[in-house]
């Protein structure tokens, strides 16, 4: 229980991910790296008319907004105070939130 609770004082990128070799996110694009992504775990729920929590996820802008708001990265991430996602799945590995973090980063560019 204490050590769950410490991760929050190590709430930075280098101590969340540590680098690893394999995870090249030197040209990270929506196309390639954000979309494929967010269609294989996320748009089973978050799509269609019904989408789970109200929240669709299925083509850039709908993904753009859930980037800018903080919940997409809040989410992936596990952090507190947000609904942990893929719900009831596997977190998704370490190298494809670092990429879609770094999409983010690079402000969320349609490419
Ligand atoms: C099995 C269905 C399911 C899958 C798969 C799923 N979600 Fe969700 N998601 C939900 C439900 C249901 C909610 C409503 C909140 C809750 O019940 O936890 C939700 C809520 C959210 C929210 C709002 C959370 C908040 O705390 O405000 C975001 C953002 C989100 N999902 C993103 C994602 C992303 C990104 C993925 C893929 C990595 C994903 N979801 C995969 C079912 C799912």
């Known amino acids: 229980m204490i050590s769950g609770l410490s991760s929050c004082y190590y709430d930075n990128v280098e101590y969340l991910y540590p680098q690893d070799p394999d995870c090249d996110t030197t040209n990270v694009t929506f196309s ?3 979309m494929p992504v967010i ?42 105070g947000w609904s942990p996602m893929p719900k009831n799945g596997n977190k998704l590995s370490d190298c494809k939130i670092q990429k879609i973090d770094r999409w983010i980063l690079d402000g969320t560019p349609n490419n």
């Open 32 to 34: 390639n790296d954000v």
């Open 39 to 80: 269609s294989a775990s996320c748009t089973g729920c978050h799509s269609g008319s019904a989408p789970a929590g109200n929240i669709r996820l299925s083509n850039y802008d709908e993904i753009v907004s859930v980037a800018n708001n903080g919940s997409l990265m809040g989410t992936i991430k596990h952090e507190s």
